[in-house]
């Protein structure tokens, strides 16, 4: 039996029908990526223990608004568009003032009007030291002959978190640094081996201008261990699965 006229189909239509659907379904991603959510892998140890070297998180755009920082595909954005300040205690993923091409991820610790210092390794904002508890001794995963100490940092909210201390070092004692108006003060949570905003920015972070902010880290949906990578196929499956979908803190 031979299709007739009206019910042949047209090879022609069903190629133009598959690159119609690919070319939405591309824009869809790209918009989403541009303006939405956006991966990134975590390079080093300096958010330990929250974060570990190969996770791979995922970072709301909306939760600051937009700038030129977050929408890479939106020449039109300028300044910040819906912007919202972070909130302390917040990790965020910024672009580097003096590199943006490279994105950094730190945790938000002085706000604008603040006045920041660090006392014998503890964070004091507004003459408020924060909570220390320390709890044990452990290995800094990317380097396994520091021994470090896990510390519980508690703010005056209540927010807490488990950060490392491996010891004195010259950024455990600073002077103030008085946040201004539209800046904001960044630290690693592993705090003696991370270039954060206590040094200054042609060799850590300086001040961090709201324009630079990315969006915020919320989840690690995956975590590979270290020596995988995208072009060795055969370590694709190297994974931590016990830091599959964890809400970052």
């Given at each position: 039996m031979t299709e007739t006229p009206e019910t042949a189909a047209d090879p022609w239509a069903e190629i133009l029908d598959t690159v119609r659907t690919?070319?939405?379904?591309?824009?869809?991603?790209?918009?989403?990526?541009?303006?939405?959510?956006?991966?990134?892998?975590?390079?080093?140890?300096?958010?330990?223990?929250?974060?570990?070297t190969g996770d791979y998180i995922v970072v709301s755009k909306p939760t600051y608004g937009w700038s030129l920082a977050s929408v890479s595909f939106s020449p039109w954005v300028s300044g910040r568009v819906f912007g919202r300040d972070p909130k302390r205690g917040?990790?965020?993923?910024?672009?580097?003032?003096r590199d943006p091409k490279q994105a950094w991820i730190k945790r938000v610790i002085g706000l604008p009007g603040d006045r920041v210092q660090m006392i014998g390794g503890q964070v004091v904002v507004n003459g408020q030291p924060w909570a220390q508890e320390a709890l044990d001794l452990t290995v800094d995963l990317d380097r396994p002959e520091r021994v470090v100490r896990r510390v519980r940092e508690t703010q005056p909210s209540?927010?807490?978190?488990?950060?490392?201390?491996?010891?004195?070092?010259?950024?455990?004692?600073?002077?103030?640094?008085?946040?201004?108006?539209g800046q904001y003060l960044v630290m690693g949570?592993?705090?003696?081996?991370?270039?954060?905003?206590?040094?200054?920015?042609?060799?850590?972070?300086?001040?961090?201008?709201?324009?630079?902010?990315?969006?915020?880290?919320?989840w690690v949906l995956a975590s590979w261990k270290p020596g995988a990578g995208l072009f060795k196929p055969w370590t694709?499956?190297?994974?931590?699965?016990?830091?599959?979908?964890?809400?970052i803190q």
């Open positions: 690919l070319i939405i379904g591309l824009a869809a991603a790209l918009t989403l990526h541009a303006v939405f959510l956006q991966p990134f892998t975590i390079p080093s140890s300096s958010m330990e223990p929250g974060l570990r917040d990790v965020v993923v910024f672009r580097l003032p209540g927010r807490s978190y488990v950060t490392y201390d491996g010891g004195q070092t010259l950024a455990d004692d600073t002077g103030v640094y008085e946040v201004p108006a949570d592993n705090r003696d081996n991370s270039l954060d905003g206590r040094f200054p920015a042609d060799v850590g972070v300086g001040l961090l201008p709201a324009s630079n902010l990315v969006g915020k880290a919320e694709w499956l190297n994974l931590r699965g016990d830091r599959f979908f964890k809400r």
